[in-house]
């Protein structure tokens, strides 16, 4: 579980997994430096269960750095992120778990969702995840990197994943919609296979890290956004604060990533001939995308980023 300055719900998050029916687990503990309450309620739930650890660095190290940090620390074949708002109910391991042991063609086991509010209440159910339980890795490829993204919120990230499949993977990357990225390259090893009960509970409140950061949504990166579009959200900046008023051309940087992704996966030539081929149409469908981030980038060279003049 990767924190920072989450005293308002982390210990309702740590209340549900440790209130999990599946019982054999290590809760794995980093703290980005919070200047909160969380270290103390972090601490104390430490000293009372000895599933809990608890990991503080001396700087903040950004949400990449925190989330790798995580899976770095883990020992066990499985493993899950959660986030500190969020909760999950009592069978949400239990049933991953079982998912995962039964067949060993799945590298990612999730549940359904739901999102909750600030008090816990439900507000709606989510019916927009990922389909990637097909055995053809380049058409699992295709439905992940050309998932919707404004209906997607990469949510299967926080389901069970096996170790040795996220140990193939360079795990997060400095780099916009990471997360979707490294759901992509985890389809290109295996299916992820869906537990229909809705028993991941998502946490919508103003509060949450995605509303926090510089450029989202609300600032433009271009004086033309109003024509031609932001870009991803979150922006890059979210996930690499040192790009922060830099010319950064995120489509671009998304579309090497797929690419790149392509030489992780053991493939047969066959398969990775048709994730080129998945791979190509995707770059021709976004070439506006690819196109914008061109224009952004000679106004941002011929006239500064937005606000400078």
């Known amino acids: 579980m990767p924190v920072y300055n989450g005293e308002r719900y982390v210990a309702r998050t740590l209340d549900s997994i440790l209130a999990q029916t599946f ?72 049933k991953c778990v079982a998912v995962l042991d039964a067949d060993p063609t799945v590298v990612l086991a999730f549940t359904r969702s739901v999102i909750i509010d600030e008090n816990d209440a439900p507000v709606r159910p989510v019916d927009y995840d990922a389909d990637a339980d097909d055995p053809r890795p380049h058409v ?59 028993l991941f509970l998502n946490r919508e409140h103003v509060d949450r890290s995605v509303r926090q950061v510089p450029g989202e949504r609300a600032r433009p990166r271009s004086r033309m956004s109003k024509w031609i579009g932001t870009g991803p959200v979150p922006p890059t900046e979210f996930w690499d604060p040192a790009s922060q008023g830099g010319v950064v051309f995120p489509e671009w940087r998304i579309l090497r990533a797929y690419a790149r992704s392509l030489g992780m996966a053991p493939l047969s030539d066959v398969e990775r001939w048709r994730c080129r081929a998945v791979l190509a149409r995707f770059a021709l469908r976004h070439t506006p995308k690819l196109a914008r981030d061109v224009l952004i980038a000679t106004e941002q060279a011929l006239l500064g980023p937005p606000g400078q003049r």
Do not use: M
């Open 140 to 198: 699992r490829f295709a439905r992940l990197i050309n998932i919707d993204h404004r209906r997607h919120s990469a949510q299967e990230i926080y389901g069970v994943i096996r170790s040795d499949a996220l140990r193939r993977t360079p795990l997060y990357e400095r780099c916009p919609r990471t997360d979707s990225i490294l759901l992509a390259r985890l389809a290109l090893l295996g299916r992820f296979r869906a537990v229909e009960e809705r």
């Open 23 to 94: 019982t054999d687990f290590e809760l794995i503990i980093t703290d980005n430096g919070s200047t909160d309450g969380t270290e103390a309620i972090c601490r104390s739930y430490a000293a009372r269960d000895a599933r809990v650890s608890y990991h503080r660095a001396d700087v903040n190290e950004g949400i990449v750095g925190n989330f790798n940090r995580c899976f770095a620390l883990a020992r066990g074949e499985y493993f899950k992120w959660q986030a500190a708002d969020d909760l999950v109910a009592p069978t949400f391991l239990e």
